[in-house]
């Protein structure tokens, strides 16, 4: 199996800063892209930004100039720094990774179990 597990949510101010970590472990041969995605009360689950392993990146537009996606591919962990923060950020985070278990084989989404951010104005 492969678990991804999130850390970093928390409460900040607007204009503050968070920095999310996802660390994947488990059965894993190598790991595709990597992103972040969130999900607001009352709204679908939304792209943020994603990362493939030669370190091309895609970022939503409402978060361009504002977040940085990185990732360490020795410790199939992906990062998402937020600057900037300003309350319609507020959402549950999920870090996702796209994991191929064996040489060859298929690849496979895993989500983790997301973590909070809220903004206060």
């Known amino acids: 199996q492969v678990q991804l597990v999130e850390s970093g949510g928390g409460l900040v101010q607007a204009g503050g800063s968070l920095r999310l970590s996802c660390a994947a472990s488990g059965t894993i041969f190598s790991i595709n892209a990597m992103g972040w995605y969130r999900q607001a009360p009352g709204k679908q689950r939304e792209l943020v930004a994603t990362?493939?392993?030669?370190?091309?990146?895609n970022y939503a537009n409402f978060v361009k100039g504002r977040f940085t996606i990185s990732r360490d591919n020795a410790r199939n962990t992906v990062y998402l720094q937020m600057d900037s923060l300003k309350p319609g950020d507020t959402a549950v985070y999920y870090c996702n990774a796209l994991v191929v278990k064996v040489p060859t084989g298929p690849m496979f989404s895993y989500w983790g179990q997301g973590t909070q951010v809220t903004v206060s104005s």
């Open positions: 990362i493939t392993t030669g370190g091309s990146t």
